[in-house]
């Protein structure tokens, strides 16, 4: 247990002190402040127009200026752009230890593979959360500048819930990165399996077969009270935390079996 606090130690100070954590999470907050020009244009669509910062596909795009429709906007983007910042930094957590040649120094310690995997994964999952609750601030702080129609302290609990799943869900698919920046040593692989499982839960969303597959199934969850989140079923979270579990179990296994010498 010691070796393993001293593991998780080392994977804090490394993510502390580089800028490329705090550079994702800045890249994040950038989804609250696209919904609050959404929910502005909407609001004062003429004064918009006169500043030459509206278009028809802006006023469609966002529907209404309300604060459930801010909430929806965030929960998509926590799915949207959380799917991008949270593989960017488990690339990142796995795959640096390949690019900066360090990895050799890092399997020298006494100090268990599995205790080394585990705690680059708690990393990333305190990470996702600070990530996910700075959005949600930065919505409210937002939204409440914008003066949004619609608060109630119910609706702002019942949405909570929503992101914590979204965010959950969306964590919970991680592993397999984790997997491929392991198996590739380095980001791009990773980063590759991540965009590609996207672009099929695009594809698959289309033919009716999203809650089968698991990328799909945050972004369905996403929607909540939706006819497109009602497809969700049972099996749809089973998927997730089987394609979870066995990515965690095959990041374990190559980490604790794999070549190192390179």
């Known amino acids: 247990m010691r070796l393993f606090g001293a593991a998780l130690w080392s994977e804090f100070l490394k993510a502390r002190r580089s800028p490329v954590p705090w550079l994702a999470g800045f890249g994040f907050c950038l989804a609250p402040l696209a919904g609050g020009l959404f929910m502005w244009i909407l609001k004062d669509p003429e004064r918009a127009r006169s500043m030459g910062v509206i278009s ?7 529907g209404v200026a309300d604060w459930p429709a801010m909430f929806g906007f965030l929960a998509q983007a ?24 360090t990895v050799k120094e890092l399997l020298a310690v006494p100090t268990a593979r599995e205790a080394v995997v585990i705690s680059k994964f708690v990393v990333i999952g305190v990470w996702g959360a600070v990530f996910t609750a700075l959005v949600f601030a930065l919505g409210l702080v937002i939204g409440a500048a914008v003066v949004l129609p ?15 799943i979204v965010a959950g869900l969306t964590l919970a698919l991680m592993s397999p ?16 399996w991540t965009i590609l499982t996207l672009a099929f839960a695009q594809i698959v969303s289309v033919t009716g077969w999203a809650d089968w597959f698991p990328w799909a199934v945050p972004a369905l969850f996403s929607q909540a009270g939706s006819t497109r989140a009602a497809q969700l079923g049972l099996h749809s979270y089973v998927v997730v935390a089987l394609v ?13 079996s794999a070549d190192q010498t390179r």
């Open 150 to 164: 619609g608060w109630s302290p119910a609706l702002m609990w019942q949405n909570v819930g929503v992101d914590v």
């Open 56 to 62: 028809v596909k802006a006023q469609i795009a966002a």
């Open 78 to 101: 926590i799915f949207g752009g959380g799917a991008l910042i949270f593989a960017f930094v488990t690339a990142w957590v796995f795959g640096r230890e390949f690019s900066d040649h």
């Open 177 to 192: 990165v984790a997997l491929f920046a392991s198996i590739g040593r380095g980001y791009l692989p990773a980063l590759g």
């Open 244 to 256: 979870s579990v066995a990515g965690l179990v095959a990041t374990l296994a190559w980490w604790r």
